[in-house]
């Protein structure tokens, strides 16, 4: 089954072009379904490129998918132009009264700052508080997984001294856990981060449950007992070129950055990289709409956060 984009999304003609099934909003009101509606909160610079990425992953999957996006203020993107902003973005006052089967919260170059020196921090507080009676299952991603941990356990940032940047080798702790159906017991995922996650301070000081962690990365994948709130720390939905591309900004910036590990074939740079997440990274967001979103969302999308009461949780 397809997502429903609005028609001239950038997203629609590329996904096109992949044989991504994809149905515009005009083509959409001819279907008698009752979709999932998904809200993503894109934080990134580059905000067509996340979209892109986003929409390829949600787009495997035989569930039939409603995206909105959501920008975090009206301020004016240097790397997105203002009037993609205005035609396809939301603002969080028209979203407020909705309700969401899943939101994704993607990653924010954030790493070295601290949460209260950012400038939209009492804004994401207020967006993760809402979702409790308006989203059935939140997803957060990398930067996202640092501040939901600060906003529901009251964790202080842990970072690394130097950027973790790289592919690598993880493995999954829990046989039988439906969001990890179908990994294998060991499987890669490229992260881009100065955030550390290190998986006895989250079990010390959390009550979530860890699937997935790594030697090096720490801990990858965690949730609720509940199923409501997903944490990747690193970026599954990531293309084979992206972390070539942020490599060389930074490069080109003066930032003297590490060469992504396990990532150019030979560690060598002049070489072209490919994608060995690729997999991965589409059962998992597969897994997240079935098993976290569809399987346990109500049947009435007015419904959603009538049927669960939030418990605080641990730590705070």
Not at 227 to 232: D, E, L, M, Y
Request: aromatic share 10%; with cysteine; net charge negative.
């Amino acid at each position: 089954m397809p997502i429903k984009i609005p028609d001239q999304l950038p997203a629609a003609e590329v996904l096109g072009q992949e044989n991504i099934f994809v149905m515009t909003e005009s083509r959409a009101v001819t279907q008698n379904i009752r979709p999932l509606r998904v809200l993503i909160l894109n934080l990134m610079p580059k905000k067509i490129e996340t979209e892109i990425q986003l929409m390829r992953m949600l787009s495997n999957s035989p569930l039939q998918v409603d995206v909105d996006l959501l920008r975090i203020d009206d301020r004016e993107s240097k790397n997105t132009p203002q009037a993609h902003l205005e035609n396809f973005y939301h603002d969080f006052e028209q979203v407020r009264g909705n309700n969401y089967d899943g939101m994704i919260i993607t990653g924010a170059p954030l790493g070295l700052v601290e949460f209260e020196e950012v400038i939209y921090w009492p804004r994401i507080v207020e967006i993760i508080e809402w979702s409790h009676q308006h989203v059935t299952s939140t997803l957060f991603l990398c930067w996202a997984v640092q501040a939901a941990l600060k906003a529901l356990y009251g964790m202080e940032k842990q970072t690394h001294g130097e950027k973790l940047s790289g592919v690598y080798r993880h493995h999954r702790l829990d046989e039988h856990e439906p969001l990890l159906r179908g990994f294998d017991d060991e499987f890669v995922a490229p992260h881009s981060r100065y955030a550390a996650f290190d998986g006895d301070l989250i079990r010390a000081h959390t009550d979530l449950q860890i699937f997935a962690e790594s030697e090096e990365a720490g801990v990858y994948l965690a949730a609720t007992k509940d199923c409501r709130q997903v944490f990747v720390t690193g970026h599954p939905e990531y293309d084979a070129l992206t972390l070539d591309g942020e490599y060389r900004r930074d490069l080109a910036a003066g930032l003297s950055p590490v060469v992504p590990v396990n990532y150019y074939p030979d560690n060598d740079p002049d070489q072209t990289p490919r994608a060995t997440w690729r997999s991965h990274g589409h059962l998992l967001f597969s897994n997240w709409l079935n098993y976290y979103v569809y399987q346990l969302t109500s049947y009435r999308v007015e419904d959603i956060g009538k049927v669960f009461t939030y418990q605080q949780p641990k730590g705070q």
